[in-house]
T-cell receptor
Framework: GENVEQHPSTLSVQEGDSAVIKCTYS??????FPWYKQELGKRPQLIID?????GEKKDQRIAVTLNKTAKHFSLHITETQPEDSAVYFC?????????????FGKGTRLHILP | EPEVTQTPSHQVTQMGQEVILRCVPI?????FYWYRQILGQKVEFLVS????????KSEIFDDQFSVERPDGSNFTLKIRSTKLEDSAMYFC?????????????FGSGTRLTVV
């Protein structure tokens, strides 16, 4: 089955700097890659996603890149702000048949330092 | 914006007791899921449900677990005889798109504490 590895487990960056979180996946059939932000005690919230036919997607300060050949994808947050502090999960999913579960990475705890 | 509603938000139960976690998916969604998150760990897939039957289940979803859609709006997860290691946050999710993880919406979760 699919396995998603995520690094680093903890990341501290100065406010205003950029943060990068990296993930790899094992199943080349995965073709949908969402990123979730989870604040303490709350549900995962989708912040951005990318399909396998796209190499990069950007939404304001957040961007995601995908390298299908290497089977890795990354989240980039620029001009970080205090409210970006949270746990971020990458995930991999599928778009065929009824195999529609999401497999999550272990998460990255992002601290934005004042 | 439509939401997935989960009740209760927090449940404490004694080991060996049965619990039922309730979810109300978004009304036009057809695909339903349960995920579990042990404190400080990743979110893990438990089960997917479509057309009144289980589509897929993980190895976590053993005979102690069952799901049901008893009426047109509720989707429940039952744990028959709870164990200490069942303590976790349980998230319900629903989706309207077939065969894809896109369009997922998670509920706010039920924190289950087994004592």
């Amino acid at each position: 089955g699919e396995n998603v590895e995520q690094h680093p487990s903890t990341l501290s960056v100065q406010e205003g700097d950029s943060a990068v979180i990296k993930c790899t996946y094992s199943d080349s059939a995965s073709n949908y890659f969402p990123w979730y932000k989870q604040e303490l005690g709350k549900r995962p919230q989708l912040i951005i996603d990318i399909r396998s036919n796209v190499g990069e997607k950007k939404d304001q300060r957040i961007a995601v890149t995908l390298n299908k050949t290497a089977k890795h994808f990354s989240l980039h947050i620029t001009e970080t702000q205090p409210e970006d502090s949270a746990v971020y999960f990458c995930a991999a999913g599928f778009r065929w048949d009824r195999d529609d579960k999401i497999i999550f990475g272990k998460g990255t705890r992002l601290h934005i330092l004042p | 914006e439509p939401e997935v509603t989960q009740t209760p938000s927090h449940q404490v139960t004694q080991m060996g007791q049965e619990v039922i976690l309730r979810c109300v998916p978004i009304s036009n969604h057809l695909y339903f899921y349960w995920y579990r998150q042990i404190l400080g760990q990743k979110v893990e897939f438990l089960v997917s449900f479509y057309n009144n039957e289980i589509s897929e289940k993980s190895e976590i979803f053993d005979d102690q677990f069952s799901v049901e859609r008893p009426d047109g709006s509720n989707f429940t997860l039952k744990i028959r005889s709870t164990k200490l290691e069942d303590s976790a946050m349980y998230f319900c999710a629903s989706s309207y798109l077939p065969g894809t993880a896109e369009g997922y919406t998670f509920g706010s979760g039920t924190r289950l504490t087994v004592v």
